[in-house]
């Protein structure tokens, strides 16, 4: 691991960093990394590089236009909108190193410039974001002041505003005081700011006033709900310099994950709590940057040799993803194999054998940086009559295979999931999930299984950043629907092609949003609409009637 002094250009001035090559790597992750309020790259991020390089990733870190080794006039100068534009100009040239793999960015950020990772991911396109202790919310950190505090940097930023209107040098205020100072810390923890600076380094920690004007307006948080990359948002309990706020910005990002620990804004800097925040950060780097994607991105198909499975994979070779195609017809996969050629795997699984299956899914993992991104819980089995008529071992097979299939496969993917980019699980449900089918009653109740399944997981890993929907077809043309062929499918009719339902689930990939796809011709969906207004009674009838009891 060796670091070297760099210099990119951002808007005509020089920004001052370092790199850090990973060791052993050649083309790898880069961690694009700055600080916060008025501070500089001397200040403990250099502990935090030599951590990620020492992982394999490359390093870039850098200090904003008018603060520390970096030009720019006047000095001290904290203008927002300019370091955003620092962070894109310190992406683009970390881009166009050799040694780095342009499509695994990282970006880092702590208290304020955990803030602006957020608020440039969406220009930057990054692989992934960390955001320790951040700024999210300007108002919950005014609030934070008492009032006296607000009102007399308020004052300062307006005279600074003027100043600068009538051509004059900045006005500046400390970055950390003691309680009761003139400066933009000033909570009992902010002694801890100038802490980090090492023995015998020249800092200044003033910065021009007119900043805390802009500040109280300055909430990136906002931003959480649109954002669509890997997250890990760090926050701590008792932080009292950027307090979190309105944590509902976070709640509404599918695809961050939040570490809430028993620690204020400072100490994730040093000590044990410096371990703790870095472990996770690395965790979290090994699972959303630790491999290449630009190799493609990766999808497990249950149930693929034939019908909707088959045409999924088809939709998703196409599309240049890596496909592990699944069934328990070697055939079926062999036919696959020869249409869609060897760069995808194609093994033989029983969704009701856990052994199988975490053979399967450790050995596509390992092929493929160590996890997967999407889980295609396909794989199904149907039969249609009379409850009585249908032998119990075929409705035992309903179970295990739409129900303990799709919780077997779900159970044992996590571990390769949390490895993936985006990571999904999208289940096969159906439109007999509406309302109890008769003859088709154990069938229709597993999908009842599986949507219920659907909702409560949808809820449970958004925590762990891993989007969980279903999709709900009527009748398919598929060799499954010819076989078991009943009165219910003559009155409903076969509208649909596997075709339909493999393009809802390629739409259902980038959406990570959306929890129950129905696919349905628009005259069966507004009589589901109907149905599901009128009275108990009246569905009832309608179900019987067409069921033909």
């Known amino acids: ?43 403990r991020l250099d502990a935090y590089a030599e951590r990620f ?17 970096s030009t720019g006039e006047p000095r001290q100068l904290l203008d927002i909108a300019r370091q955003h534009e620092d962070w894109v100009a310190a992406v683009a040239y970390a ?15 702590s208290s304020l410039s955990g803030g602006h990772v957020i608020a440039v991911a969406d220009r ?28 007399r940097l308020t004052a300062h930023g307006l005279v600074d505003v003027v100043g600068k209107l009538l051509g004059r040098s900045p006005h500046y205020i400390p970055a950390s005081g003691a309680p009761g100072a003139l400066a933009v810390m000033t909570a009992p923890e902010a002694a801890g700011y100038l802490g980090l600076v090492p023995p015998g380094q020249d800092f200044d920690q003033r910065l021009a006033a007119r900043f805390v ?34 944590m509902k910005f976070a709640r509404r990002s599918p695809t961050t994950t939040v570490r809430v620990h028993d620690t204020g804004h400072f100490d994730p800097y040093v000590g044990e709590q410096f371990e703790v925040f870095v472990a996770e950060q690395l965790a979290f ?45 070697t055939d079926a996969l062999d036919a696959l194999k020869r249409e869609l050629g060897e760069r995808h795997t194609y093994t033989e699984m029983d969704v009701t054998d856990t052994a199988a ?52 496969c779900t159970h044992l993917a996590l571990p390769y999931l949390s490895k993936g980019v985006a990571p999904q699980v999208i289940s096969m449900c159906s439109r007999a999930s509406d309302y109890g089918v008769p003859s088709e009653a154990t069938y229709s109740a597993s999908k009842f299984f599986v949507r219920g399944f659907t909702e409560a997981m949808n809820i449970e890993w958004e925590r762990l950043g891993i989007h969980v929907c279903d999709i709900l077809p009527n009748f398919v043309d598929t060799p499954m629907t010819q076989a078991v062929h009943g009165a219910i499918v003559d009155a409903i009719g076969i509208n649909l092609t596997a075709g339909d339902v493999a393009q809802t689930v390629v739409k259902a990939t980038a959406d990570r949003q959306k929890l129950h796809w129905v696919v349905d011709v628009p005259k069966n969906k507004l009589l589901r609409t109907v149905l599901h207004h009128a009275p108990e009674a009246v ?11």
């Open 357 to 408: 299956i975490e053979r399967v899914f450790a050995e596509f993992a390992a092929r493929h940086g160590g996890g997967f991104d999407v889980l295609f819980n396909n794989a199904g089995v149907a039969f249609i009559d009379n409850f009585e008529a249908v032998p119990l071992h075929n409705h035992e097979l309903v179970v295990q295979v739409n129900v303990q299939g799709v919780v077997n």
């Open 285 to 329: 780097l090994d699972r959303t940057v630790g491999a290449p994607t630009h190799q493609g991105r990766t999808i497990v198909i249950t149930g693929a040799g034939a019908g909707i499975g088959r045409e999924t994979a088809r939709r998703f070779a196409a599309m240049d993803w890596i496909v592990c195609a699944t069934d328990v017809n």
């Open 1 to 43: 691991m060796g670091r070297q002094d760099v210099v990119f250009m951002s808007h005509g001035e020089r920004c001052a960093g370092w790199f850090y090559r990973g060791e052993g790597v050649e083309q790898a992750a880069c961690v694009v990394m700055a600080h916060g309020l008025a501070a500089v790259k001397e200040m």
């Open 539 to 549: 569905e009832r009838a309608a179900v019987k009637h067409y069921a033909g009891f």
């Open 95 to 109: 881009r166009g190193r050799p040694e780095v793999d342009p499509d695994r960015i990282a970006l880092w950020g």
């Open 124 to 151: 930057v396109r990054p692989a992934a974001v960390i955001a320790q202790v951040p700024h999210l919310d300007g108002l919950a950190s005014v609030l934070a002041m008492k009032p006296t505090q607000g009102l």
């Open 53 to 69: 390089a020492a992982a394999g990733h490359h390093v870039l870190v850098f200090d904003y236009r008018h603060f520390g080794a």
């Open 213 to 246: 004007l802009e500040a109280v307006r300055y909430s990136p948080g906002r931003e959480l709900r649109h954002l669509d990359v890997p997250l890990l948002l760090q926050l701590g309990r008792r932080d009292e310099t950027t307090p979190s706020g309105r």
